[in-house]
Structure formats: C-alpha cells, structure tokens
C-alpha cells in the first residue's frame, strides 16, 4: 500500500492503449491524442489539460494521470476532489446576492461611470445550449482573445466537450453605429450556483470605455437577475481589475507531474514554481489520509508504472 501522496517522482509515462479511445468523467470526454495540450515556458515544452484555458473544476482520475504526457500540470481540480493541493492563485467569486456587494460605495461609483459611458450602446443577451456550439462559433467570438492568449485550438475544443450539457451564456454590446464592441462568454454551473466566466473579446477602439469591466458588470447583473449567486471571474492572480468586484477567494487546487530534473523543475520562473511549492510536485492526494479506494487507485499506478 502506498501510505502517503506520491511525494517522490515515479515514472508516469503515457499509458500505452488506442489513441481513438473515449473516456468520460463528469463533463469532460477525451482521448490519449486529445487529451494533452502542449505547452511553452519561455522554450521549455510542458503539458496541460485540453480544459486548461476556458473551463473550471477539471476532474481527474489516475486513469488520466497515467495516460497524460510528461511534465503535466492540471489545474482548477473541484474543491471537494480528493486530488491536488493548492496553489498560489484563487478563484475570484463575487457574491451577487448580497446587498452588501451592490451596495459598496466605489462599485456603486464605478458602476454609475460604466453605465453612462455606455448608456448609448445596446446590450444583447443569450443563452443557449452548449451542445449547438461548434469550434467555429468560438473562433467567430474570440479569435482575436484566443490569439492574443496562445489558446490552443485543443483547448476551444476542450470548451466545446465541457459545455456538452451546460447553457451558454453569451453577452454581445454593440455601439450606436452597430459595431460589435464586445463579446462575452460564460457557462452556467447550476450545482454550484456559479455562472463562470470562459472569456470576454473586446474591441480596442473602445478601450477608454473599460469594454471588459463593463462585461463584468453585465455578467454580474444577469447572475443576480436569474438567480445566480456567485459570478466566478476565474483566477485573480494575474488580474487586479478583478478586486473592484471579488467579495471571496476560493482556492484553486492542481497537480504537477515532473521529473526533478526535467528543464521545467530546474527553472524558477517556471510555472512550477511559481504556482506551487516544489515539495508539493508529484502530490496526487490532497490529505495523506487518504480513503482505502483512493490509496488502491494510486497503488495500481504505482505498481503499473514499475513493471
């Protein structure tokens, strides 16, 4: 038995099987050839989940673990997963049923300035059902965001798989003349009471108008309107516009898989480093006191990647 999280590197090379072949957790769905992004520290290649960029609470399995190429670095793990630790970032929700929220002084300021800025503008909002959205339709709203970004075109598609049984909600502001001035993206997560923010493209003509504050606000409102009580911004560490409407912070919990020596560990301006606490790398289990299923789960890999 394996007593404790797999603190030392074992060697979680690929697992070998069809590259053709559907697995399903929860809202997610991948293959060996789409499960894994490549990815680039300065030019270091690394891997991460085809949900990385545009999707919250990625689940995970040590079927996923074994089958990702190496170094892989999962993120945004569900709070009430066993798996991962913390890291450095936090999820920024914004609880929008509470008086309090809409009733601070500066938002109530800053919000009175976004509306007039764009009190001649027409806001359109949508929701539609993840399933009719296609890779197209994400690229026609966000090609410029996604290149701006490096997001990949795996992780549209992984977008696309995560949303199969979620609504979308799609905010569209258009100026006087009709031009689109922004587009915002955000899925609805009933379960967890959130709607949560995938993306927003703006058009930069309109930048003196804080065009993705004011789709902050939008995205707020409507969370409120129907019944929402968290609007989470995603992650806020990179991001300090986001503190005018974050009234919690929820810990974002991730897993790292790397050989010590591998370029990526050796760097510290690396993700690995900054993100986590290198005596965390190659922790899988988020509480050593594990379940006996969960320890049996490990155990196979362990045991599988050994032989």
């Known amino acids: 038995m394996i007593s404790s999280p797999l603190n030392s590197y074992i060697q979680l090379n690929p697992k070998k099987m069809k590259s053709d072949e559907r697995h399903v957790l929860s809202n997610q769905t991948w293959t060996a050839e789409t499960l894994c992004v490549e990815s680039f520290h300065e030019h270091i290649p690394y891997f991460t989940s085809r949900w990385d960029a545009l999707c919250p609470y990625?689940?995970?399995?040590?079927?996923?673990?074994?089958?990702?190429?190496?170094?892989?670095i999962v993120y945004a793990i569900p709070p009430e997963s066993p798996y991962g630790v913390p890291i450095t970032d936090h999820y920024g929700l914004v609880d929008v049923s509470t008086q309090e929220f809409w009733q601070d002084e500066l938002r109530q300021h800053k919000f009175k300035k976004l509306d007039k800025a764009f009190r001649q503008f027409q806001v359109k909002e949508e929701v539609i059902s993840g399933r009719s959205l296609s890779c197209k339709d994400l690229f026609e709203m966000g090609k410029e965001h996604f290149d701006a970004y490096e997001i990949h075109d795996k992780e549209?598609?992984?977008?696309?798989?995560?949303?199969q049984n979620l609504d979308v909600l799609i905010i569209r502001v258009f100026a006087p003349n009709g031009e689109l001035v922004l587009t915002?993206?955000?899925?609805?997560?009933?379960?967890?009471?959130?709607?949560?923010g995938s993306f927003c493209q703006w058009n930069l003509a309109h930048k003196n108008r804080s065009p993705g504050i004011y789709a902050c606000l939008l995205v707020c409102r409507w969370a409120h309107r129907n019944g929402y009580r968290f609007y989470n911004l995603g992650p806020v560490g990179d991001y300090p516009y986001k503190s005018l409407f974050v009234t919690e912070l929820e810990p974002i919990y991730a897993i790292a898989l790397t050989?010590?020596?591998h370029p990526l560990a050796l760097d510290d301006s690396s993700p690995l480093h900054t993100d986590f606490d290198p005596g965390a790398w190659n922790q899988i289990l988020r509480n050593p006191a594990a379940t006996e299923s969960v320890e049996l789960d490990?155990?196979?890999?362990?045991?599988?990647?050994?032989?």
Do not use: C, T, W
């Not at 990625?58 to 892989?72: G, H, N, Q, T, Y």
């Not at 490990?298 to 032989?307: D, T, V, Y």
């Open 58 to 72: 990625i689940d995970v399995s040590p079927e996923m673990l074994k089958m990702a190429k190496k170094p892989f």
């Open 156 to 163: 549209i598609a992984g977008f696309v798989d995560y949303v």
């Open 259 to 261: 050989d010590y020596n």
């Open 298 to 307: 490990l155990n196979r890999i362990h045991e599988s990647l050994q032989s």
């Open 184 to 196: 915002d993206v955000s899925m609805l997560l009933p379960d967890r009471n959130q709607v949560y």
